[in-house]
């Protein structure tokens, strides 16, 4: 896809990233994530910038979606409960709740994320 001339817009790569997200497709993911840097389009977008943060943060690369969370200059609840889960995911249980306190807007499913962190303490 990336060799073709398809155009590739911010709501595909968004689609992509989530994509590889599921599926653990992390080398795949860094392409993407590789592709919008080198292009410089779309790095201002919050849905691909939210997207990034979640693949990121499912594929055990916490480091890295902080890195892509922390230049994103547009950040909501979506991004935020994104690296509390992430957090949550690699254990670091403190990091994971000081994330959660400091948001603005929570909803369930960041309530849900720091209630997996709960869950993985009892584990310990």
């Known amino acids: 896809m990336m060799n073709s001339r398809l155009e590739l817009d911010e709501v595909m790569l968004a689609s992509i990233v989530s994509a590889c997200a599921s599926l653990c497709a992390l080398k795949e993911g860094l392409q993407i994530h590789a592709h919008v840097i ?15 943060v979640d693949m990121y943060s499912k594929c055990s690369s916490v480091s890295e979606a902080r890195w892509v969370f922390d230049r ?3 950040r909501n609840v979506v991004s935020e ?6 957090y949550a995911r690699a254990a670091s249980i403190k990091a994971a709740r000081f994330m959660f306190w400091k948001m ?3 909803n369930v499913v960041s309530w849900n994320a720091l209630s997996y962190t709960q869950n993985k303490e009892n584990e310990f």
Request: net charge positive; charged share 20%; aromatic share 4%.
């Open 38 to 52: 080198k292009n410089n389009k779309f790095s201002d977008d919050i849905v691909l910038g939210n997207a990034l």
């Open 81 to 86: 409960t994104s690296m509390v889960s992430g």
């Open 104 to 106: 603005k807007q929570r």
């Open 72 to 74: 994103m200059p547009v």
